[in-house]
């Protein structure tokens, strides 16, 4: 987070991605923390990082059962 003047070192992270189609859950986080290890590897950089990755697909059927357990209630 180079020019960041932020001291935060913990972020959560939720990615919805068809990328993530047919892959476990931690093969989706191996693909994000490639994409930040620069920043991971970087003394000062993301400490901790906790990520929720879903496809669209689970997040709308996600949506749909929260809508059904409403409904029911």
Same mark, same amino acid.
């Given at each position: 987070? !180079? +020019?960041?003047?932020?001291?935060? #070192?913990?972020?959560? =992270?939720?990615? #919805?991605? @068809?990328?993530?189609? $047919?892959? @476990?859950? @931690? $093969? /989706?986080? /191996? ?8 920043? =991971?590897? /970087? @003394? +000062? +950089?993301?400490? $901790?990082?906790?990520?929720? #990755?879903? #496809?669209?697909?689970? !997040? ?14």
């Amino acid at each position: 987070m !180079v +020019g960041s003047t932020s001291k935060e #070192t913990h972020f959560f =992270l939720d990615i #919805t991605s @068809p990328s993530f189609q $047919a892959k @476990p859950q @931690p $093969a /989706r986080h /191996r693909m994000i923390y490639s994409l930040l290890k620069e920043e =991971l590897d /970087r @003394p +000062g +950089g993301i400490h $901790a990082l906790q990520l929720r #990755t879903k #496809t669209p697909e689970e !997040v709308e059927r996600e949506l749909a059962r929260k809508k059904d357990a409403q409904g029911a209630a």
